[in-house]
């Protein structure tokens, strides 16, 4: 059961999405959910002769805290507004937000990020990675273009017999069960027994949960990369949500994304619910 969730709260400006859809899915799931906003230092470029002025210093910190104050409020609106029980965190990001958030999330259930928006601050898939490699818990990434709330109508489930594809497949049931038509896909680049196997049984278990299951096989040439298949299948079959196991490697000492993860998080328009 999903029971209690976290939202990293965006301070940018439009980015309620992905507290409202947060909010959400704790509807959806009646569970609590807490909203964490990160407040940044102010990062005031210096003059030619090497001093800041404390004013502006001053002034871009205030713009911060307003930002966050913004951020809250909207939560609270979202959430008084669905009837959810909920509650603000305002937390200073000075000792990293990604690791910070990564540690919290590790005391709920569920985490809950937004995609990094090309063109702005990286520290949003700082946080979703520290979110997925680091709290043991299973992320839901939601699209910066998201517009809705939760949907599961058509949720497709990306099965190649892995770990982190079963973990996520686990994490995910309370919200398979409520789905319309769940679709396990399995990609392989030719036609192969033990592919199809693979995909049969995990259809076959979740149907014992009694899902409505269909397993779809797609077969890729040697031109298309397993993500740019999963995104196409994705889009032509009107997918609403995806679960599939997030992959990384270390790289001094951190984990970060693996290719199909990253292009899949770089490259997704339907929010995306990942384990490792």
């Given at each position: 059961?999903?029971?209690d969730?976290?939202?990293?709260?965006?301070?940018?400006?439009?980015?309620?999405?992905?507290?409202?859809?947060?909010?959400?899915?704790a509807?959806?799931?009646?569970?609590?959910?807490?909203?964490?906003?990160?407040?940044y230092?102010?990062?005031?470029?210096?003059s030619?002769?090497?001093?800041?002025?404390?004013?502006?210093?001053?002034?871009?910190q205030?713009?911060?805290?307003?930002?966050?104050?913004?951020?809250?409020?909207r939560?609270?609106?979202?959430?008084?507004?669905?009837?959810?029980?909920?509650?603000?965190?305002?937390?200073?990001?000075?000792?990293?937000?990604?690791?910070?958030?990564?540690?919290?999330?590790?005391?709920?259930?569920?985490?809950?990020?937004?995609?990094a928006?090309?063109?702005?601050?990286?520290?949003?898939?700082?946080?979703?990675?520290?979110?997925?490699?680091?709290?043991?818990?299973?992320?839901?990434?939601v699209?910066?273009?998201?517009?809705?709330?939760i949907?599961?109508?058509?949720?497709?489930?990306?099965?190649?017999?892995s770990?982190?594809?079963?973990?996520?497949?686990?994490?995910?049931?309370?919200?398979?069960?409520?789905?319309?038509?769940?679709?396990?896909?399995?990609?392989?680049?030719?036609?192969?027994?033990?592919?199809?196997?693979?995909?049969?049984?995990?259809?076959?278990?979740?149907a014992?949960?009694?899902?409505?299951?269909?397993?779809?096989?797609?077969?890729t040439?040697?031109?298309?990369?397993?993500?740019?298949?999963?995104?196409?299948?994705?889009?032509?079959?009107?997918?609403?949500?995806?679960?599939?196991?997030?992959?990384?490697?270390?790289?001094?000492?951190?984990?970060?994304f693996g290719?199909?993860?990253?292009?899949?998080?770089?490259?997704?328009?339907?929010?995306?619910?990942?384990?490792?």
């Amino acid at each position: 059961m999903i029971k209690d969730i976290v939202v990293n709260l965006s301070v940018r400006e439009g980015g309620s999405r992905v507290g409202d859809y947060a909010v959400s899915v704790a509807s959806a799931l009646e569970a609590h959910i807490t909203g964490i906003v990160f407040v940044y230092d102010a990062t005031v470029p210096a003059s030619g002769m090497g001093y800041i002025p404390t004013e502006k210093i001053d002034a871009e910190q205030a713009d911060r805290e307003a930002a966050a104050k913004a951020a809250i409020d909207r939560f609270a609106e979202a959430t008084s507004r669905a009837g959810v029980s909920a509650e603000p965190l305002r937390l200073s990001a000075n000792a990293g937000a990604g690791d910070q958030f990564g540690r919290i999330a590790r005391r709920f259930d569920l985490a809950i990020v937004g995609q990094a928006e090309p063109g702005t601050s990286p520290i949003e898939e700082v946080i979703a990675e520290s979110a997925l490699f680091g709290s043991g818990r299973p992320v839901i990434m939601v699209p910066y273009i998201q517009k809705g709330p939760i949907k599961l109508d058509n949720v497709m489930v990306c099965w190649d017999g892995s770990r982190p594809a079963t973990r996520a497949i686990a994490d995910a049931m309370p919200l398979l069960e409520k789905a319309g038509c769940v679709e396990v896909v399995v990609v392989a680049n030719e036609r192969g027994k033990q592919d199809e196997i693979a995909g049969v049984d995990m259809g076959q278990h979740l149907a014992r949960h009694g899902l409505k299951v269909e397993v779809k096989r797609i077969i890729t040439g040697g031109d298309i990369d397993v993500a740019d298949a999963l995104l196409s299948h994705a889009a032509d079959s009107g997918v609403d949500f995806i679960v599939m196991g997030g992959y990384g490697h270390s790289r001094m000492r951190e984990f970060v994304f693996g290719g199909v993860t990253h292009s899949i998080l770089h490259s997704m328009t339907v929010p995306v619910l990942m384990s490792h």
